[in-house]
């Protein structure tokens, strides 16, 4: 295995224009297949994001209780992490890069986290669903780092704001999950309607965000009641709180796909301004 100095790591990234955070509701993986609202607002995004060096995302779908991994193979593999969907989902190609170097360049920025390099995992459906409209053919290396599902959200937050600064280093950072994820009360019926708990949870955590309440949205339990139904488990609210930690005070942001889908996912996502 090639062995990186300190000064390999600084050349990897250079500096360069702030890039954007984004946190992406990424709901139903057959989002991957369809073309549907929230796919053509992907599309239609990934179009205007500024060229970036590396993109790294946070998904809902790597857990690793006790400890944080990064992806650092060279080249990505795609997980197919589902079942009971049509062959077509199971077919899908994301061909990308990942990059060794980057991989450890974020590993230093966790060094007090033991943060650890992972070649075996690859790119979740929590990504590449996302990514091949986002980023359908892929320019820059993706990596993912894994969200550690036992630390406390105040620390989970502390943890990724030791990445902000990579933001001016050509880093292009995503949160893939869902702020409003009750997957056991989904309304499968098209066209259904969300339950109003959904809608309230929606809503004021969008407040929250816009009002950079970030108190409130790392208690989410002990600030509003219907958390307890809206988020049953908290794996596809914490991508959000990885984001919201590459924010830089006062920083403000745009909500895109705004909507509930079945029910009870929430699509809201953001971007910083």
């Known amino acids: 295995m090639r062995q990186y100095s300190i000064a390999d790591l600084e050349a990897r990234l250079t500096p360069s224009p702030r890039m954007p955070v984004l946190f992406v509701g990424h709901g139903n993986p057959m989002h991957a297949i369809s073309d549907n609202a929230f796919t053509r607002e992907w599309a239609r995004l990934g179009q205007e994001l500024p060229e970036a060096q590396a993109v790294v995302v946070v998904s809902a779908h790597w857990l690793t209780p006790g400890s944080t991994h990064i992806t650092d193979a060279p080249r990505n593999r795609v997980i197919y992490d589902f079942g009971g969907f049509p062959d077509e989902l199971f077919a899908v190609p994301y061909p990308s890069e990942g990059d060794p170097a980057v991989a450890r360049v974020l590993q230093r920025q966790l060094v007090e986290y033991e943060a650890q390099l992972d070649a075996q995992w690859g790119l979740d459906h929590g990504t590449w669903s996302v ?112 984001a919201l930690s590459l924010l830089h005070p006062t920083e403000p942001l745009s909500f895109f796909n705004e909507q509930i889908d079945m029910g009870s996912i929430g699509m809201r996502s953001f971007i910083s301004a």
């Open 131 to 242: 990514l091949v409209h986002l980023a359908p053919r892929p320019a820059v290396p993706i990596l993912q780092i894994s969200l550690d599902a036992a630390m406390p959200l105040p620390e989970l937050h502390a943890l990724f704001g030791r990445l902000r600064a990579l933001r001016d280093r050509g880093v292009l950072f995503i949160g893939s999950g869902n702020i409003v994820h009750a997957l056991g009360r989904a309304r499968w019926e098209p066209q259904a309607p969300a339950w109003d708990w959904a809608v309230e949870f929606d809503r004021v955590t969008a407040d929250a965000l816009r009002e950079g309440r970030t108190d409130l949205l790392l208690d989410p339990f002990g600030t509003w009641d219907t958390a307890r139904v809206a988020v049953p488990t908290d794996d596809h609210y914490r991508p959000m709180v990885a």
